[in-house]
């Protein structure tokens, strides 16, 4: 899944009027956070979550009043919990995103009582929380109030290119909108009124990727999942490859590289990169045992294919040995077992 909705953040306290360029998008306070921000985006990409989430814990602490850090905390919290299954995270997660809500929301109300003009950064944030909540309320099955917190969250990013046409940014979550609402239309059959809007969806990622500030290489995962979704596995492929250089150990993109090969019946390169994935989560801190026998499973299956039934009987007895070293430290899940089940099935 998408690794991070929005760590594309700087703040506005007052916006002049008028039509702003890139470079007037920095008044001293963003400027003064400037740097912190970008330590925690790099480190999100390079799975340093620790060291992130205690950045975003000192920008809480100082800017208490403000949506920054509890952003920045949220989008931590969900790539913790969409890339390695670690759902110790989600009463974190679901507190940092309703303060980012919370305050957002309280800082527009304010702007609103004393006239002054739209604070685009508060905007974006506000937009982007519910894009995560928006998210995780899908995945609960909660459609109605995940379709409410995506439009709430469009009506957001709107705002932003209403009072700045070049926030390029803001293109990005639209995108996401646009398209993963059409492409899953059939789960909204209670909204008539929704269109196939994902040519629309794919243009504003792309435009995003070009002109983004700080959305280009989210906005390019993102254009990822949406190729391998529409099946365009070699133009998925091409495009991950100009970035995997510097993120070769991000979790995100091997498993759609992987799904991209096997799709294309590469089964030998797909069970390799599933292979290096397995190598990350092995090394990983977090309780992500479900997510390492997924890949496994995955694994196993791109072996089978090719008849290397010994590849296959190898990682069935490496999942096992690490589900004996794993037992004490984290729950293993039915989830677990049925990957390990089907691994065994195989061979």
């Known amino acids: 899944m998408i690794k991070v909705f929005a760590l594309l953040t700087g703040l506005f306290c007052i916006l002049i009027s008028g039509r702003l360029n890139a470079s007037e998008l920095q008044s001293d306070f963003y400027k003064s956070i400037d740097s912190d921000i970008k330590t925690v985006i790099s480190m999100v990409y390079q799975e340093k979550y620790e060291p992130a989430l205690s950045i975003a814990g000192s920008l809480v602490d100082r800017y208490p009043a403000h949506p920054v850090g509890y952003f920045l905390q949220t989008a931590v919290y969900d790539t913790m919990i969409r890339d390695y299954f670690d759902y110790r995270y989600v009463p974190l997660f679901e507190n940092s995103v309703n303060l980012t809500i919370e305050k957002a929301t309280e800082l527009i109300e ?33 459609w109605f109030n995940a379709f409410n917190d995506g439009m709430n969250g469009v009506k957001q990013l709107k705002i932003c290119l209403d009072t700045n046409p070049d926030m390029y940014d803001a293109y990005y979550g639209l995108g996401c909108f646009y398209y993963w609402t059409s492409a899953k239309s059939r789960f ?52 991950m490859n100009t970035v995997m250089g510097e993120y070769q150990d991000d ?17 030998k390169e797909a069970g390799e990169t599933y292979n290096m994935m397995l190598t990350v989560l092995m090394q990983s801190p977090l309780h992500c045992f479900n997510r390492m026998c997924e890949a496994a499973y995955n694994k196993a299956r791109c072996y089978s294919q090719i008849n290397d039934l010994q590849e296959v009987e190898r990682i069935y007895h490496f999942i096992l040995e690490e589900k004996v070293k794993r037992s004490n430290k984290e729950r293993i899940t039915s989830e677990s077992i049925k990957y390990i089940n089907k691994i065994k099935s195989l061979h």
């Open 251 to 267: 979790v995100f993109l091997l498993n759609q590289k992987a799904f991209a090969l096997e799709n294309l019946n590469r089964w």
């Open 188 to 239: 909204l059959w209670f909204l008539p009124f929704i269109h196939d809007e994902r040519k629309k969806g794919m243009e504003y990622l792309e435009i995003a990727v070009n002109k983004g500030l700080y959305s280009r290489t989210e906005a390019l995962y993102a254009l990822v999942k949406v190729l391998n979704n529409e099946r365009c596995f070699e133009e998925s492929i091409s495009r």
């Open 110 to 142: 304010q702007g609103k009582k004393s006239n002054a003009p739209p604070d685009i950064w508060v905007h974006f944030y506000l937009g982007g929380a519910l894009g995560y909540r928006g998210i995780h309320r899908v995945e609960k099955n909660e």
